[in-house]
C-alpha cells in the first residue's frame, strides 16, 4: 500500500485477501477512497483508501468465487466491467 503516490510502500496483512491480485483501480470521482480489485478469485472493494477490503457477492448472496484478470470503469464510475478467462465477463454496479 502507498500513500504517496508510490514513492514508499508497505505490506497489507490481511489474510482474508487472496494472495494475487491482478488488477486494481480507484472508482473515478471518488477522491481515492473507492478501490475495486480483482483477484483468483473473486471481486474486493475497499471504501476507505485500501485500509479494509470486503468480498462483493452474487446475486444469490454468496461471495463470487470467479476469477477475474482486468476490469474498466464506465466513464461516469458507476459501472465496473471484468474480464476472465475464455471470454468470461461480469458487470458491477456501483453507487
Request: charge should be positive; include cysteine; hydrophobic fraction near 35%.
Amino acid at each position: 500500500m502507498t500513500n504517496d503516490g508510490g514513492k514508499t510502500w508497505k505490506t497489507m496483512d490481511d489474510t482474508r485477501i487472496p494472495g494475487f491480485v491482478s488488477c486494481i483501480q480507484f472508482k473515478p470521482a471518488s477522491h481515492g477512497q473507492v478501490l475495486l480489485m480483482a483477484c483468483l478469485p473473486g471481486i474486493y472493494m475497499s471504501t476507505n483508501g485500501g485500509k479494509d477490503w470486503t468480498e462483493l457477492k452474487n446475486e444469490s448472496g454468496r461471495p463470487a468465487m470467479e476469477s477475474y484478470f482486468t476490469f474498466q470503469f464506465s466513464p461516469s464510475g458507476k459501472v465496473a466491467w471484468f474480464a476472465g478467462k475464455d471470454g468470461k465477463l461480469a458487470r458491477v454496479m456501483l453507487k
